[in-house]
């Protein structure tokens, strides 16, 4: 094992704060310079609007459209002889006053009505997010049009009206953060304990939406200055103040007398919106970070190396019975600098016609060791070690292309969440017969197929079934479908993770009356992965622990229930009070054990 | 599902008569004098009122109002104060031009944005880092800016492009194309980054739903994985920020019409305003509305058809 | 790896896509007129045909194509026969007669007679819009024979110009009550609107084959071109896109630098309108001293060096140079003495100078420069200005309606009476507070009962000798409007704006 691989569970306590992530991107740290320049230039502004008040207007007349460098006019002069920097610099002000204008507006329109409406909801809600749609149908530049042509150029007014309309995008963030925490335990909490509504919205909301917020923000800025500048280009914006977009257009208008006069402002205005989007998605970058959503994060492009690491057990060759065998499994996942390792040299196996429960609490890295079978490892992941054989082959010797054939030639899966594994667009029939179509099988016969295992899955209705959606149908009927599907393939060997699980009591006993009727039907071997003991108890021949990462026990079923011989088996017994006639409760007590750990499933 | 499409082109119409309401009244909160700006400063006061008495402008706000929204309601917009035309003609006149530039934009954005966004998931690291530095200069570098850049150096220095104008695509489209092309791509390039990311992280999302993983699991090839189920899952959201993208890409053609002098609603409003032309501004403003509420219905529709879950709600 | 590959294929093939477009339009835009073509660019749009609503200032050749008129003018500003073979005023000058050209016809069909004619002429009277103040002399059309004649209620020295322009342009009489006349002409100009070429923006005219003097228009088609952005203009010039346009005088050195042809047509006088004459909102403006000091004030070498260095001539008279009210002599009366200037205003009993506010007008005279060179001129003599943005839409009512006590202004030079009748009449648009003087008023009544010719060009001399004495006026410039054409176009030079007859192809 190399030196960088950090053999312990993530530690989510001690993240770096938000700033330090930030500034650790090369491109956000070019944003916080730029960003500093901006402030620089606004203090300077301050600061010559005291000293010198006119200092922007001193002209030369005999220096109209000087160069560059010209008399110690560092960017030249402009077509009124007037010095390029010394201006560039006091627009610096009034540019982002119009900017402060706009988000204020919207801030102050967006904010408290998308906390009220996401809060309340209901009526409130209603006519606000009408509001906000009328508002959105209505393009901006041309309400700013028919604005300023009634109530003229003045920038107060144009940027008012901006941050009115762009209102409605801080409302609708702040109405769908609000709505999705409002049910979270925590605000519950809250309430039940007597807090008062502003008080949850100012202590518990507006902690989780502060940082959307702030993004959004920084967003909004670069368009408000995008946008006053635009109605200076259009001829339209107030030019009774210095602000960049009028130097811009003062540049347009004498571009054949002065080719570069134009680029200064347009330059300091890019700039500057580039220092508010590199640091606002900067900050984007840090703070899903934090939240460990890997959903967002740029696929790796490396591939798998596997090392090979000596293990535990000798690495020859299976027995002829054993169908799948596991030997020294490690995977781990990328992290800051290091890797973390989620399974420590694994250990499995499974006989021909035999099932084989995997058990573990959540976490215990048993899913993953089932995906790393089925050749389901998400992309990040690394299988850094160890063997799997399938019916005498290294799957990890052969090439992907190879592994991948044999792979879903010979196991199939049964997941644990029946509606999320239907694909909502497609109706059943498409998602049952794709795969046969996929393996040369003709369209009717694929049908037919289909239609039977449907029938054989206890399916009363196939063909309406097949032509529903996954929306349309129950949660077992979709188990049961996913089961069919599984059976499609024809595999030796059945992987279930959690079958069960998501499903009612009632409808649990009947799947697994299912499963183990078609393996007595089909002779398949079958891996089940479950932290349900009743559950293995009912349906396993052998029985594997998992802990930590580590297959801590491998006994036969019989063996395991009589006599558990590590500790932590007998820890997982004893949690258990009776078997069979308590699992109902167990199930119930369950749920409450898994929001303690962290989850495993999405992982 | 009727009773759905129903309640939604209820609520497109309800939506489009607040639009109406809403053009009059920000097209009317100062006090203009059109009877002068059509007359001019010559004109003695009695002139003006009989002007301002010929356009019905003496009458009260409720009762022009009323007037004007039953013209808008046979398709009659009013006159222009400026060369007393019909509006409907002086926009039918100026609409095929920014229509032509949106809709183009519009295509080139919904391709490039889907093929960067497949291309990124696929793993390309570099199309990755592409999409970032496209949403980087989008963000900065705003389409008028680009334009004049564009132009500056293909149609004036390497005279590949026209400088200006616009050529009816039923005249030859060869030169409609040509003509729109830098337009197009200053217009487009900002917009396009932005869809890519949407498309991108709408994907990714999908690729790594449970389904996903139960597909491959029964041999369903990357392929057809991505392009029949991930695309069609992830299209709510690309399609979203393509309706959105709608919005700025009118806005974006105004400024860039003024680049290169196209004949345009850009042109047209921003005439209309530095005239105090109202009846113009007003029938911009129904008509823009209007595109807007018709886009996001159609791109309601076409959710509707992708996701069937989406016909229930 | 097979799938970069792909990805840059298509690029490729997007690329190659569109420089072949661009390839196969390419050799048109390349410099000159290569057919009979002559397209011209305009800052102003075609708002309508309408000949009583169109403003044939600022869009003379769309008016000029398709409407001919009673009146023409020479290059030299003098009225030439048009429509008319043949004009007279009688010995009061209050009775014009007009004997007209025949065979004539309108686009329509409908022939062109003294009927017609004073259909017309009515038929403006009746509608004038916004050029009614051009008919408000005449009292009565009528026939006589085959003759028009106009009757007056007092000479108009601005009339046979007027008929030259809105007031003479004829059309059909049946086109003209109908209400498609802003979208359909029927008139007999040079050149006939051809709709179905036309597009937004763009104009698209065929010669008129019928017309009585096609000789004048060599090119067989015309197209006018709105394009209100001056780095278009100047683009679409250097590329060849358009054959002609008039640009601004920031464009004038590149468009020199781009090897174009430059014709400098008499333009516009600038300076200021010193309009509170009567001190009413500026007390000091009521004194002639303070006016007269301004005048001294203003370094007009200097402006004319470092503002505009092409195209100007200074000058403290309203009068084109080396028109019939100019007078050399003049220019010299204010040469610039910032001493005298002050002895003036101390004398005015205004030794510490005043303060003024004056409407901004930056964007129309070329850039800030000269709101800069003004304030430090008149901040010689302790003048303090105060710049007032106006919206552009109020501009001309705040600065016509007596809002400002003075102006900064550039109004075209055009025939003495029509530049008195814009700035100088107690009615006149820019005599803001309708100053008047008795003896002024003589001057004018002189002027306008005097026979044309050296006797009325002298009572305009008078009237231009009374104005800068008393300091009406400041004036800076006078400059001209820099026309440009490609290689192959030709514009002819003339004396008030320039008529859609100067542009010729150029003499191989």
């Not at chain 1, 009220?116 to 309400?143: E, N, R």
């Not at chain 2, 295509?107 to 199309?127: D, F, H, K, N, T």
């Not at chain 2, 403003?285 to 219905?297: D, R």
């Amino acid at each position: 094992m190399s030196a960088e691989v950090v053999t312990a569970t993530p530690d989510l306590t001690t993240r770096p704060s938000t700033l330090r992530i930030i500034l650790r991107n090369p491109l956000s740290r070019t944003g916080v310079v730029l960003l500093g320049l901006v402030l620089i230039a606004l203090v300077a502004a301050v600061v010559i609007d005291w000293v010198a008040p006119d200092a922007a207007w001193k002209a030369d007349l005999y220096q109209l459209n000087a160069a560059p460098g010209t008399d110690g006019h560092l960017l030249g002069t402009d077509s009124g002889g007037r010095d390029v920097l010394v201006r560039l610099v006091v627009a610096t002000r009034a540019t982002m006053f119009a900017g402060v204008i706009a988000l204020v507006v919207a801030v102050l329109l967006g904010v408290p009505g998308g906390l009220i409406s996401g809060y309340y909801g209901g009526k409130v809600d209603l006519v606000l997010d009408w509001l906000s749609s009328l508002a959105m149908s209505l393009p901006s530049i041309v309400v700013l049009l028919a604005i300023i042509s009634s109530l003229g150029t003045s920038m107060w007014i144009s940027m008012t009206t901006l941050g009115c309309m762009m209102a409605p995008a801080v409302f609708r963030l702040l109405r769908a953060q609000v709505h999705a925490v409002r049910n979270e335990l925590y605000v519950d909490a809250a309430r039940v304990a007597g807090l008062s509504d502003a008080r949850i919205i100012s202590r518990h909301v507006l902690r989780v939406v502060r940082g959307p917020l702030v993004l959004m923000i920084s967003v909004l800025s670069g368009v408000a200055i995008t946008v006053q500048t635009g109605l200076d280009f259009l001829g339209l914006g107030d030019s009774t103040t210095i602000t960049w977009g009028g130097m811009l257009s003062e540049g347009f208008a004498a571009m054949t007398l002065n080719r570069v006069l134009f680029i200064w402002p347009g330059l300091a205005m890019a700039l500057t919106v580039a220092a508010f989007f590199l640091v606002a998605s900067g900050a984007r970058d840090a703070l899903q970070g934090i939240d460990g959503g890997s959903t967002t994060a740029p696929p790796a492009p490396e591939r798998i190396r596997l090392t090979k690491v000596p293990t535990s057990q000798s690495s020859a060759t299976p027995a002829e019975d054993e169908v799948l065998a596991v030997r020294g499994l490690v995977i781990g996942y990328p992290s800051g600098d290091g890797l973390v390792e989620v399974v420590h040299g694994a250990d499995l196996t499974l006989r021909k016609g035999r099932t084989l429960g995997l058990v573990g609490e959540s976490g215990s890295g048993k899913s993953q060791t089932a995906f790393a079978v089925l050749h389901l490892l998400p992309r990040q992941a690394r299988l850094s070690g160890g063997e799997i054989w399938l019916d005498g082959t290294d799957l990890l010797a052969l090439p992907r292309r190879e592994r991948e054939r044999r792979v879903r030639s010979a196991i199939a899966y049964v997941p644990q969440e029946p509606m999320s594994n239907l694909d909502p667009t497609f109706t059943i029939g498409y998602q049952l017969t794709e795969p046969l179509r996929a393996r040369g099988v003709g369209r009717k016969a694929a049908r037919e197929r289909a239609t039977a295992l449907l029938t054989r899955t206890g399916i009363r209705d196939p063909e309406r079934v097949m032509a529903s959606y996954p929306h349309q149908i129950s949660g077992g009927m979709a188990q049961r479908v996913l089961i069919a599907g599984a059976l499609s393939t024809d595999p030796h060997v059945l992987i279930a993770d959690e079958p069960t699980t998501a499903l009612d009591v009632t409808v649990q006993a009947e799947i697994l009356d299912l499963l183990r009727g078609l393996q007595a039907e089909f002779g398949m071997s079958i891996l089940l992965v479950s932290h349900d003991l009743g559950v293995i108890a009912d349906l396993c021949d052998d029985v594997a622990v998992m802990r930590e990462g580590q297959v801590v026990e491998a006994a036969t079923a019989e063996n395991f229930f009589a006599h558990p011989r590590h500790e932590y088996s007998r820890m997982l017994l004893a949690a258990v009070p009776a078997e069979h006639e308590v699992r109902a409760e167990y199930v119930a007590d369950r749920s409450v054990r898994q929001d303690a750990a962290p989850r495993e499933k999405h992982s | 599902m009727v009773r759905l499409l129903f309640r939604r082109a209820v609520a497109a119409l309800v939506l489009m008569i607040a639009v109406a309401v809403a053009g009059f009244v920000i097209t009317g909160l100062g006090n203009s004098d059109p009877g002068r700006s059509i007359l001019g400063p010559q004109a003695t006061a009695a002139q003006v009122e009989a002007e301002n008495h010929r356009l019905g402008l003496d009458r009260s706000q409720v009762e022009q109002f009323t007037d004007w929204a039953g013209g808008v309601v046979r398709g009659d917009l009013g006159r222009s104060y400026l060369g007393d035309r019909p509006v409907t003609e002086k926009i039918t006149n100026y609409l095929p031009v920014t229509m032509s530039l949106v809709a183009l934009s519009m295509v080139v954005i919904a391709v490039l944005s889907l093929v960067l966004a497949v291309a990124s998931v696929s793993g390309r690291a570099w199309v990755d880092r592409c999409v970032q530095l496209l949403a980087v200069i989008g963000h900065v570098l705003p389409g008028y800016l680009l334009a004049l850049l564009l132009l500056l150096l293909f149609a004036v220095q390497f005279q590949l492009f026209p400088v200006f104008g616009y050529t009816p695509i039923g005249e030859s489209p060869a030169q409609w194309l040509r003509g729109l092309a830098l337009p197009v791509i200053a217009l487009a390039l900002g917009s396009v980054a932005g869809a890519a990311l949407q498309a991108r992280g709408a994907l990714m999302d999908v690729l790594e739903a449970d389904y996903v993983r139960t597909l491959r699991s029964r041999g369903i090839g990357g392929r057809s994985v991505l392009f029949r189920h991930a695309l069609r899952n992830a299209s709510p959201a690309w399609l979203t920020s393509l309706s959105l993208g709608f919005v700025a890409l009118l806005a974006g053609a105004f400024m860039v019409e003024k680049v290169f002098a196209l004949p345009g609603l850009g042109t047209l409003s921003v005439e209309a305003t530095s005239s105090g032309d109202r009846p113009v501004l007003m029938g911009v403003v129904v008509l823009t509305g209007g595109l807007v509420v018709v886009v996001n219905l159609l791109v309601d529709l076409l959710q509707m058809w992708l996701i069937p879950k989406a016909r229930t709600a | 790896m097979h799938k970069p590959m792909k990805l840059a294929g298509l690029l490729v093939a997007a690329l190659t896509t569109a420089s072949a477009l661009a390839a196969c339009g390419g050799t048109s835009s390349s410099g000159g007129t290569t057919d009979d073509t002559l397209t011209v660019g305009l800052q102003s749009p075609l708002l309508t045909f309408d000949p009583t609503k169109m403003d044939c200032a600022t869009s003379r050749l769309y008016c000029q194509a398709t409407y001919d008129t009673l009146v023409h003018l020479s290059a030299d500003g003098k009225p030439e026969p048009g429509m008319a073979e043949s004009f007279e005023y009688d010995a009061k000058g209050t009775a014009l007669t007009l004997s007209l050209r025949k065979g004539i016809t309108f686009t329509d069909g409908t022939a062109f007679d003294a009927t017609t004619a004073k259909a017309a002429l009515d038929w403006f009277i009746k509608n004038g819009g916004p050029n009614a103040a051009m008919s408000a002399s005449i009292t009565k059309v009528s026939t006589e024979g085959e003759d028009l004649v106009i009757t007056l209620s007092e000479p108009d020295p601005a009339l046979l110009g007027n008929l030259a322009s809105n007031l003479g342009m004829m059309a059909s009489p049946e086109a003209l009550r109908s209400p498609s006349i802003g979208t359909e002409p029927a008139g007999s100009g040079p050149y006939v609107y051809n709709k179905g070429r036309s597009q937004t923006g763009s104009t698209y005219f065929d010669r008129n084959d019928a017309y009585w003097d096609t000789d004048a228009y060599p090119f067989a088609h015309l197209e006018l071109v709105q394009l209100s952005d001056p780095n278009t203009v100047l683009n679409a010039l250097k590329v060849g896109q358009i054959d002609a346009a008039s640009v601004g005088a920031r464009e004038l050195p590149a468009a020199k630098e781009a090897g174009l042809s430059v014709m400098e047509s008499a333009g516009s006088w600038t300076g200021l309108v010193l309009a509170d004459r009567a001190g009413k909102v500026q007390p000091a403006l009521g004194e002639v001293e303070v006016r007269q000091a301004i005048n001294l004030a203003l370094d007009r070498d200097f402006y004319i060096t470092e503002l505009v260095p092409t195209g100007a001539v200074a000058t403290d008279q309203i009068f084109a140079p080396g028109g019939p009210a100019y007078d050399e002599a003049l220019d010299d009366q204010y040469a610039h003495d910032v001493e005298k200037a002050k002895a003036l205003m101390a004398e005015a009993g205004y030794a510490d100078g005043f303060s003024v506010t004056m409407p901004d007008l930056s964007q129309f005279v070329g850039g800030p420069a000269p709101n800069t060179a003004l304030e430090q001129m008149l901040g010689s003599i302790d003048i303090k200005v105060t710049w007032e943005k106006v919206p552009v839409i109020e501009l001309l009512g705040a600065m016509q309606g007596g809002k400002f006590a003075m102006f900064m202004m550039a109004l075209p030079t055009q025939s003495p009476w029509q530049d008195i009748q814009a700035a100088v009449l107690p009615e006149a648009a820019f005599n803001a507070f309708h100053s008047a003087n008795p003896e002024l008023d003589r001057l004018l009544s002189t002027a306008r009962h005097a026979a044309p010719g050296a006797e009325q060009d002298t009572a305009y001399k008078a009237i231009n000798t009374w104005l800068v004495d008393n300091a009406w006026f400041a004036p800076l410039i006078n400059s001209s409007t820099p026309f440009v054409s490609v290689e192959g176009v030709t514009i002819e030079p003339q004396v008030q704006g320039v008529d859609l007859a100067r542009y010729q192809p150029s003499k191989k």
